[in-house]
């Protein structure tokens, strides 16, 4: 039966080629979201006892009291470096412990000192030591107000909507259990009785959406806090959702959902939760740009709100009052506790900063994953796999990663090849690696229950598997039919499972095959919501209490192991369905279950910059989406626009036609094929961008088009034409015709480009290329750049391995300077060819190299253009170097 149920599910949802909205939970279907929901906003029960207020050299301490029903939460301020404020609130005595994210943080943040300022029985002033930046904590409702000088950038509980719903004893267990508890557990036993007043309402210890029951056998455990910023009316980021960049009111429909879920070809423009979470959101205006982040993994809504309000005066500082426009946001967790970084900046570049020094940056990837991927459920054997192969060499079209789905497998138990298809998997990545080629094979995180199974068999023996709430493994529905799920919440766990891919574990892998992620939501195809029971347990922790951490915790498993089969040498590349704060510490990320429609390739640009917003900026879409079969103009459109996007693969369904890109006729292979040439020109560019960024592409992703128009940014910049070199001033709106084989991309004057122009069939081929520079003048007819250049592949760079040089062109001078002396590493590539965009025409120029020889160069000059190409000069690419026009 389990094989024919799979089938059955994989068959019915492969018909449909929609997202049944009926499988996921509205706001008024989850319980704890349509409770808090509920609450009123300025009717707010706790109050500051500023008596017991406690400061020491790192933090603030104070008790609140929901003078409700008596219950005392424990309030702790820090003042982090960088500009961050961080607030947790917890219950003072909670009936046991309330579960608090670990491994997001790459380290205990570091605090500095708070003192106060002033206090009184209405509240305490706090000095933030940053630019007469301080807090006032109100006592009577409880209110936090973070102020710069007379302006209130953030307030917390300035609505009222705090909640923090405390664990207690279910109340018909109540009379059974005083006789059985200690004396220490009878204090928060006694309590309850304070509670006769409070509803016992629909879900609270037991809630059903369809046919799964949820038991909660700690009763309800939400919490909530509402944020208001004045002066803010554009807010971003918790993705992911397949909505506008610009987050939208939720006031008339449901808040943004944050819960990691398996969604079949999601909808567009919804609040709807898909594949990843992370709680953080930018809040930008024209005077600052601040940041929230709420670390809690539990099923999260955050609803949003913009009035006009009028501030008064608060305390002693803000004098007068004026009309200011506003956001209010208010997050609700299903569980744990409060735990918020509130980011301060005040510019968009600080506050990405002050994320990063908490969750980190985006891992470093090999150079060639930055090359074009080829994927689809699925390339049916070996023979396929090197038909694909030889294509790409007969269409003159690079790629350097092929990957394998579920299809490769025996029989869907991940780790191994199937006998028959991938009879001799070492045979095919050795015809790859004498092409300097790579693969991916796919590894999921739900194990075929089978008794012939090794993975299976150790992981149960070891008992590493997700346990149900009755103490037994738990098991689920997916692709191989029964299997459980390994808790990788563990760190025993993910220490085994990276010792799984070894090359004498992982049967017929080399180095050149790396991972894939997928359904690590987890998915769970007969579960609540395709997901994973919320009271399933790791260890003492629910599941509700960790879900969107699971996937994180797949991911980072998958890399360590693949960095422990080459003895911590070589960087890996692992791609992740779901994803939290702190995955782009790992590695890429793309945006799930597409459609082959026009929209679906215009919401993969805000969805991807969502991501980048909050960290993980590598990111793509599926070329030509994963359902659906694109028509010739969209294929070529999304071949366009990935091609400019980080992470750049085409991937389609099991039941689409083949889509090769030399499938579509000679004139739209040709259209690809420059693309995708493009995309390589560009390599050493991109693999530097996850340092800075000056490109400016406008993708055309609407049907039929003749013409996009285009905002060019900044009063006093001016913007090349990559292609036509044309020249742009900045601060307009450019309406620019287009042809179907042009995408608009747009230098910024005053850049420095490095790329290389004679692409090969990998980019491992290209290592020791020349480079051409492409220097793009500003209205001061200056501009800047690097060169970043290391092996590609390994952590040699971590050892001072690489080379790092700043380019310069002032005063009709281009130069190279070495930005890392003290790096050791040597290359074969050099110059070529510098091509100066915005330029005059010289009477000479002349290159002089570090050892004081200088030598007059050709070049040429095309007016019309202002374009001044200079050829040959030949200097090694790690050289000091300059080149003088006169």
């Known amino acids: 039966m389990a094989p024919l149920l799979v089938v059955g599910l994989a068959l019915c949802l492969s018909g449909t080629w929609a997202v049944d909205k009926g499988n996921f939970k509205t706001c008024e279907q989850s319980a704890f979201c349509k409770r808090q929901r509920a609450l009123k906003p300025g009717e707010s029960p706790y109050r500051a006892l500023l008596e017991t207020m406690e400061l020491t050299n790192t933090r603030l301490t104070l008790q609140l009291i929901n003078d409700n029903n008596k219950v005392r939460l424990l309030l702790e301020l820090y003042r982090l470096q960088g500009n961050i404020t961080r607030v947790k609130i917890n219950e003072l005595k909670p009936l046991k412990p309330r579960y608090e994210v670990p491994d997001v943080l790459i380290r205990e943040p570091t605090t500095e000192p708070l003192s106060v300022l002033s206090q009184d029985e209405n509240g305490v002033v706090l000095s933030l030591g940053v630019e007469s930046q301080r807090v006032i904590i109100s006592a009577r409702p409880f209110r936090l107000d973070i102020m710069e000088g007379s302006d209130v950038l953030m307030s917390l509980n300035s609505r009222g909507l705090l909640a923090f719903e405390h664990l207690r004893m279910r109340k018909d267990t109540f009379s059974y259990k005083v006789t059985s508890t200690v004396a220490s557990v009878w204090d928060n036993i006694k309590r309850t009785t304070k509670e006769e007043e409070e509803k016992v309402e629909d879900g609270m210890w037991e809630e059903t959406f369809k046919s799964h029951t949820d038991s909660k056998p700690n009763g309800p455990s939400a919490v909530s806090l509402d944020f208001s910023l004045p002066g803010v009316e554009h807010v971003y980021g918790i993705p992911e959702h397949a909505d506008t960049l610009r987050l939208k009111t939720t006031d008339n429909g449901d808040p943004y959902r944050l819960y990691n879920l398996d969604v079949f070809q999601y909808e567009l423009y ?43 005066k608060m305390l002693d500082y803000v004098q007068g009052s004026s009309e200011t426009p506003q956001t209010d946001v208010r997050w609700i967790s299903e569980s744990g506790i409060i735990d918020v970084f509130i980011m301060l900046g005040p510019t968009p570049k600080d506050v990405f900063s002050q994320y990063a020094s ?354 060019l940014p900044g009063k006093d910049e001016v913007w090349f034409d990559v292609h036509t070199f044309q020249k742009h001033n900045g601060a307009q709106n450019l309406y620019i015709p287009v042809t179907m084989s042009s995408i608009p991309v747009f230098q910024r004057g005053g850049s420095i480009i490095p790329r290389k122009l004679r692409v090969r069939r990998s980019s491992t081929c290209m290592e020791h290329d020349p480079y051409t520079l492409y220097v793009a003048l500003n209205l001061q007819r200056t501009a800047d750049g690097e060169l970043y250049i290391d092996d590609g592949h390994t952590f040699n760079y971590e050892k001072k391995e690489f080379i790092y040089r700043k380019l310069t062109f002032a005063n009709k001078v281009l130069s190279s300077v070495n930005l890392a002396p003290d790096a050791k590493f040597t290359t074969d590539s050099w110059i070529e060819r510098i091509i100066v965009l915005g330029a005059s025409k010289p009477s000479k120029v002349t290159l002089k190299t570090a050892d004081g020889q200088e030598k007059q160069l050709e070049f040429d000059f095309n007016a019309s253009m202002s374009v001044l190409t200079v050829r040959k000069p030949g200097m090694n690419a790690g050289a000091d170097w300059t080149v003088t026009f006169q």
Not at 299 to 311: L, R, Y
Not at 380 to 409: C, M
């Open 270 to 312: 919804n609040p709807m939760a898909l594949y990843g979470s992370v709680p953080v959101m930018v809040a930008h205006s024209p005077q600052r740009t601040t940041g929230i982040f709420w670390l809690n993994a539990a099923e999260t809504w955050v609803d949003i709100s913009s009035n006009t309000t009028v501030f008064g």
């Open 358 to 711: 908490l969750t980190g940056t985006q891992s470093f990837p090999p150079l060639a994953s930055l090359g074009y991927h080829q994927c689809r459920w699925n390339y049916n054997d070996q023979e396929d796999v090197k038909s694909v192969d030889a294509g790409f060499d007969e269409h003159d079209i690079p790629y350097d990663f092929i990957w394998l789905d579920i299809e490769h497998t025996d029989g869907k138990r991940y780790f191994t090849w199937d006998p028959h298809k991938f009879a001799t998997p070492k045979e095919m990545l050795q015809g790859l690696m004498d092409k300097k080629r790579k693969m991916v094979a796919i590894v999921d995180p739900h194990i075929k229950v089978d008794s012939n199974y090794k993975i299976h068999n150790e992981i149960r023996s070891l008992g590493f598997y997700v346990k149900n709430k009755d103490g037994g493994d738990y098991e689920g529905w997916c692709w191989p039919g029964s299997a459980s799920y390994p808790d990788f919440t563990r760190a025993d766990m993910r220490a085994w499972w990276a010792s799984m891919f070894a090359y004498d574990q992982y049967e017929g892998t080399m180095e050149n095959l790396h991972t894939w992620n997928d359904m690590n939501e987890p998915s769970v195809f007969n579960g609540p919501e395709v997901t994973m029971h919320k009271d399933a347990m790791h260890g003492s922790w629910e599941h509700r209490d960790i879900h969107n951490l699971y996937g994180l915790y797949v991911q980072m498993a998958t890399a360590e192991g693949l960095i422990q089969r080459s003895g911590g040498v070589e960087r890996p590349f692992v791609l992740t369905r779901a994803f939290f704060a702190g995955s782009q510490r790992i590695g890429a990320v793309w945006t799930g279950d597409n459609a082959a429609e026009w929209d679906h390739l215009k919401i993969s640009i805000p969805m991807c910059l969502s991501m980048g917003l909050v960290g993980i900026s590598f990111c793509g879409a599926d070329i030509g989406g994963f359902f659906k079969s694109p028509s010739t103009e969209l294929l070529v459109r999304w071949y366009q626009a990935g091609a400019y996007q980080p992470f750049y693969r085409a991937h389609a369904h099991l039941d689409t036609p083949r889509r090769e890109p030399w499938l579509f006729g000679p004139e739209n292979t040709a259209l690809i094929r420059e693309a995708v040439r493009q995309r390589y020109t560009f390599l050493p560019y991109w693999y530097q961008l996850f340092y800075r960024r000056d490109l400016l592409v406008h993708p055309v992703v609407e049907e039929g088009a003749r013409g996009v128009t285009a905002y």
